[in-house]
């Protein structure tokens, strides 16, 4: 039964104003607003309220052959011929635009996909515009990222977007590829298309020349139209492993590059002396933080058993003091799911994980009426072979087990179809040394979790995919080195 909550905060709401969402979005194709054919629209709701915030242009197989011909056109006629500096100009007025336009940004990405304001606007906005500026510094200078050899564009990029960070998610992909010499058609995910289609209004504000950037929105089958066009030269995707496969396997036989960021199921591994509180702190970063809707998300908690008691204690109490409500409230912790669907997702696996006989724990806050909404949960008593152990819930839910030993819980860590993110709360160096080696993740955190900055490389192993993004490796695939 939902009790009151432990203590009252006066409501802190944002304003809605600076979202100026308009009524409608069509694609965006060569430089211009275009009517898609097939002239039918799809909404996009805010999850907090379900109420419609606006309606979107699908594209067609006719749209999508359009946007990629612009691309190609723009790659031939300007892209490939103006200067690395001239590159890098246009990419850091991306940037500063996007930081003129923060508020505004941040406003939208949290009334179209229910993450907390304090989290849009003081992570994912100023995040999305540090990799712009980044990239840009690195259009002059590819000489000295691959010294001694030519690294060559490759023409058309094709991209896809989750819509758990869906700004930030459209900069890793659109920043890299600009900096290398490559045009791009992106289309963002169906429920969070908002932010990206006012990157597109970004982009034309920085007079980017016609057909650079193109930005067609849709649903998985705009997606896969887009994936087997003949004249993409590289695909660039995010999202869930189920989908990344089927497009690996469209692309088998053909010339396209390829790099899938996929799905994940993070050990954050607390040994027993680690500075507790820290850890506690950081065990709820790593899976309550937008929602548990993170790839990375420490979703598979390893306490050494000596202090296992002890610290779920403390984890219990400190997840009962957390806001679940309005995501445009500055106080809330934890936000919106972003859909009726994903909630329902989440609320299976929680069933499951009664089912298998692990013990359940949700925190006692109020939910708001409307809306999707999850509390933060725990279960403890979780078996390794658990499905909530092994497979990927995408909610604030976290699945905690115990351990004895280093070489213990580097098995268990590694038992896992996954392998992006871990992390190690430890007072030895040591130890974090060994771990890191032997734990197969493509980021390891050491006491700290979700913490990211456009110069490291972000990436998995296993069904997390390959390739990487961010950093000087995030150049590597959108260029031909010769
Ligand atoms: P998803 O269902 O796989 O969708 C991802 C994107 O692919 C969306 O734009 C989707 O369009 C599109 N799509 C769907 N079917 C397609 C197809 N057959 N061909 C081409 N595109 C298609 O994933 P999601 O639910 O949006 O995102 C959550 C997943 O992303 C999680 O598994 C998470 O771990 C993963 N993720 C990974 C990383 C990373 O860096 N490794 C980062 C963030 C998220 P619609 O939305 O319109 O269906
Ligand atoms: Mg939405």
Redesign the pocket.
């Known amino acids: 039964m939902a009790k009151k909550k432990k203590w009252e905060y006066s409501p802190a709401p944002e304003s809605k104003q600076p979202a100026a969402i308009a009524g409608r979005y069509e694609l965006f194709i060569n430089g211009k607003w275009q009517k898609p054919s097939s002239g039918t629209y799809f909404n996009s709701i805010n999850p907090a309220t379900e109420e419609k915030l606006s309606e979107i242009a699908t594209a067609n197989e006719t749209d999508v052959n359009k946007a990629v011909q612009a691309a190609k056109q723009a790659y031939e006629k300007y892209w490939k011929k103006i200067s690395p500096t001239e590159r890098g100009k246009y990419i850091f007025r991306i940037a500063r635009i996007m930081q003129e336009r923060a508020r505004e940004l941040a406003v939208t990405e949290t009334l179209d996909g229910g993450k907390p304001i304090r989290e849009s606007r003081d992570f994912d906005i100023p995040t999305a515009a540090n990799h712009f500026f980044y990239y840009a510094g690195w259009a002059d200078k590819l000489d000295f990222a691959f010294p001694n050899k030519k690294a060559n564009s490759l023409g058309v990029a094709g991209q896809?977007?989750?819509?758990?960070?869906p700004l930030l998610?459209a900069a890793w992909k659109i920043a890299p590829a600009l900096a290398t010499g490559n045009t791009v058609v992106l289309?963002?995910?169906?429920?969070t298309s908002l932010t990206t289609l006012k990157l597109a209004e970004i982009i034309q504000e920085a007079e980017l020349p016609p057909g650079v950037v193109n930005i067609i929105t849709?649903?998985?089958?705009?997606?896969?139209w887009?994936?087997k066009h003949n004249d993409v030269n590289k695909i660039a995707?995010?999202?869930?492993?189920?989908?990344?496969k089927?497009?690996q396997r469209?692309l088998a036989g053909s010339q396209k590059k390829l790099t899938l960021?996929?799905?994940?199921k993070g050990a954050n591994i607390i040994f027993e002396d680690a500075p507790i509180d820290q850890a506690v702190e950081g065990v709820v970063n790593g899976i309550f933080f937008n929602q548990g809707?993170?790839?990375?998300a420490g979703s598979r908690l390893y306490v050494q058993e000596s202090i296992a008691k002890k610290f779920i204690q403390k984890l219990k109490d400190r997840i009962g003091t957390l806001l679940v409500g309005d995501p445009m409230d500055k106080n809330t912790d934890i936000g919106a799911i972003n859909s009726a669907q994903?909630l329902k997702t989440i609320q299976a696996y929680i069933k499951i994980g009664k089912a298998e006989g692990a013990t359940f724990f949700e925190t006692d806050c109020v939910l708001p009426k409307k809306g999707f909404f999850c509390r933060p949960t725990l279960f403890t008593n979780v078996a390794q072979s658990n499905r909530i152990a092994q497979e990927?819930i995408?909610g604030p839910v976290l699945s905690i087990l115990t351990f004895r030993t280093d070489d213990e819980v580097i098995e268990k860590a590694n038992n896992s179809p996954y392998g992006?993110s871990a992390g190690i709360w430890t007072d030895k160096g040591a130890r974090i040394f060994n771990l890191s080696k032997r734990i197969r993740a493509g980021v390891i955190w050491a006491n700290t979790y979700n913490l990211f900055d456009p110069t490291s490389p972000?990436?998995?192993y296993k069904e997390?995919?390959f390739g990487r993004?961010g950093g000087l490796q995030g150049l590597h695939p959108y260029v031909q080195l010769s």
């Open positions: 896809i977007t989750p819509w758990n960070f998610m289309k963002p995910a169906e429920t849709g649903d998985g089958q705009t997606g896969a887009l994936t995707f995010t999202g869930s492993t189920e989908v990344g089927i497009i469209s960021e996929l799905g994940g809707h993170v790839c990375c994903q990927e995408f992006l972000f990436g998995g997390s995919g993004e």
